[in-house]
């Protein structure tokens, strides 16, 4: 662009003419915004032209997940109770983005309100994986993993909750990062569970990756559990060589029951970076695969049944036509505007919230997630990083996992920990089977995303 081969107004289009193409098969974006994103690139020439200093993404297409709040946009979260909802502000996001001179091709499709690992849950069809169409592309942020994938956008938001980035990055063969809990701002980001919620990037490449987590981290005075973490960030770049770099690979999560060719693509990746001379060490996380996969579904959906309250037909979107009091006001608009893994999730964490099942459930968990978090820390203390698979397959077929739900949660199982811990971690493209992508999963200590993402790099280039 700065060279002038192309413009960022013939970029933009050029993707715009993708999504129009492909977008009906893969159906990764549920709304194009390409006006905006055509007066977005304008801007950009214009600054070109004028020879001025050009913010670090000026004229990079980015897809957003549709749970993101962009001005102006419809923002849905893949629910018919927020189908017609329009965004009244730009989420902190994307308000910094913009000023990096972002262009925002459109609002990418999800399962309903993050809730799922496949994009079937959406309301509005599902997504497809891009490598192989009769698959998923993993979730919930599935439409934003396959956007980059399929090369409809350079890069994506998504939101992870518990593997929402990392797993669809893992089934599209792209690069997922989730933040550090606190790394980057909720703020427009529509809640699911607040504990565990944070917003990340989906890339080509760690590098890619790196610029967009740049331009959204830091502290925001309208989340107030933000912080600034950029000081620690610059230090650690400067002393990171792979030589001093000691992995952790924690024995319990090559388990049986998974994939045996993901095992072994995940472990030759691993000895790819032992080979490039990283110190690859055994470690064990004992709490983080066998508790926290259950502590997650009982935490997760507690704090999904309290955020949830709010779409009751009167403050947000879908009101019932058919409702002839207050009462029915509440059940009718709730009852036909969310669909059916939405209300299970509310009913198992109101039940565990309930008076009488507090103790026994929700308290429980809670404990169990302080066991998962000393489990790390302990690691930690002998390890920078720990290497895991980001998920036990490749990317399964639709419908497969559709009619059993548990098997759709055991799709979560080396994901959750992480979240439950608030740690960074990124998946990254390690290899394929059968055409089909396997991720691996770098998890660091709180506030090291330089680290995982400078191994990213080195890895690429292994
Ligand atoms: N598969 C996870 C779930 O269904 C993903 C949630 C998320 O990260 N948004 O809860």
Excluded: W
Aim: glycine fraction near 8%; hydrophobic fraction near 40%; proline fraction near 4%.
């Amino acid at each position: 662009m700065v060279k002038k081969e192309f413009s960022a107004l013939e970029l933009t289009k050029a993707f715009l003419d993708e999504i129009d193409k492909s977008n009906e098969k893969i159906f990764a974006f549920l709304t194009v915004t390409r006006d905006s994103a055509l007066s977005q690139a304008k801007r950009i020439d214009d600054l070109i032209s004028a020879g001025q200093d050009l913010p670090l993404l000026a004229g990079i297409p980015l897809a957003v997940k549709d749970n993101i709040m962009v001005e102006g946009a419809r923002c849905t979260a893949s629910s018919k109770i927020l189908e017609e909802y329009i965004a009244p502000y730009d989420a902190t996001v994307i308000k910094k983005l913009k000023e990096q001179g972002i262009v925002i091709l459109g609002k990418t499709n999800l399962d309903e309100f993050a809730m799922g690992a496949s994009t079937e849950n959406s309301a509005f069809g599902p997504t497809r994986n891009p490598h192989d169409l009769s698959r998923v592309p993993g979730g919930s942020s599935g439409g934003s993993a396959a956007a980059v994938a399929g090369n409809l956008s350079v890069c994506a938001l998504g939101s992870d909750t518990g593997g929402s980035i990392r797993q669809p990055a893992s089934f599209c063969g792209a690069v997922g990062l989730k933040p550090t809990y606190g790394a980057v701002s909720r703020y427009g980001l529509i809640a699911m569970a607040s504990s565990l919620d944070q917003i990340g990037p989906i890339t080509k490449t760690a590098q890619d990756a790196a610029l967009v987590f740049e331009a959204i981290e830091g502290k925001d005075e309208k989340d107030s559990t933000s912080v600034n973490s950029k000081i620690k960030n610059q230090k650690s770049k400067l002393e990171f060589k792979i030589q001093n770099l000691r992995i952790g690979v924690p024995k319990e999560y090559f388990m049986k029951g998974m994939d045996k060719e993901v095992e072994k693509t995940v472990k030759n990746a691993i000895n790819k970076l032992e080979e490039a001379g990283a110190e690859v060490r055994e470690v064990s996380l004992p709490y983080s695969t066998d508790y926290a996969l259950a502590a997650y579904y009982i935490i997760m959906p507690s704090e999904v049944s309290a955020n949830l309250a709010r779409y009751d037909g009167i403050k947000y979107g879908y009101s019932s036509p058919a409702a002839k009091n207050l009462m029915e006001v509440y059940s009718k608009s709730r009852g036909e505007g969310f669909g059916k893994e939405v209300k299970r999730r509310i009913m198992f964490g109101t039940y565990a919230l309930s008076s009488g099942y507090y103790e026994a459930y929700y308290l429980r968990a809670q404990k169990v997630r302080t066991k998962i978090i000393e489990d790390f820390n302990r690691v930690f203390k002998s390890v920078d990083v720990i290497a895991t698979p980001t998920a036990p397959t490749t990317a399964f077929k639709l419908g497969d996992k559709t009619k059993d739900p548990l098997s759709m949660y055991l799709a979560d199982i080396f994901v959750t920990a992480v979240n439950l811990a608030g740690l960074p971690a990124i998946s990254l493209p390690c290899g394929k089977i059968q055409g089909l992508p396997v991720g691996l999963q770098i998890i660091g200590r709180h506030f090291e995303e330089d680290k995982v993402l400078k191994l990213g790099e080195i890895f690429e280039k292994l």
